[in-house]
């Protein structure tokens, strides 16, 4: 059974850092990367990586965050600075398989408040 293990979450003030860890069980997926949920709002995407290396950034996080991956270790970090407080939410883990459809596995999330 797939097992998506976050950690690194917490509090910081606007302007600090974290690093979001995702360790993955299995072998080694072709998608892994970071969504968050924010209260009342839809999860959305923040990054990815593909096994390849190739990398997507949404937006609202382009130029603040660095995704990276350890295929080795089957995990997924994601260095978060300049942190803001509309970056508060639960992040979750996501890993991917692809192969005629797309399986996707999560992590059951970490918290990362930032204060103002």
């Known amino acids: 059974q797939v097992q998506l293990v976050e950690s690194g979450g917490g509090l910081v003030q606007a302007g600090g850092s974290l690093r979001l860890s995702c360790a993955a069980s299995?072998?080694?997926?072709?998608?892994m990367g970071w969504y968050r949920q924010a209260p009342g709002k839809q999860r959305e995407l923040v990054a990815t990586?593909?096994?390849?290396?190739?990398?997507t950034y949404a937006d609202s996080v382009k130029g603040r965050c660095t995704i990276s991956r350890d295929n080795a270790k089957n995990t997924v970090y994601l260095q978060m600075n300049s942190l803001k407080p509309e970056d508060t939410a639960v992040y979750y883990c996501?890993?991917?398989?692809?192969?005629?459809?797309?399986?996707?596995?999560w992590g059951k999330g970490t918290l990362v408040t930032v204060s103002s």
């Open positions: 990586v593909t096994r390849g290396g190739r990398i």
């Open positions: 299995g072998s080694i997926f072709d998608i």
């Open positions: 996501n890993a991917q398989r692809v192969y005629v459809t797309v399986i996707n596995y």
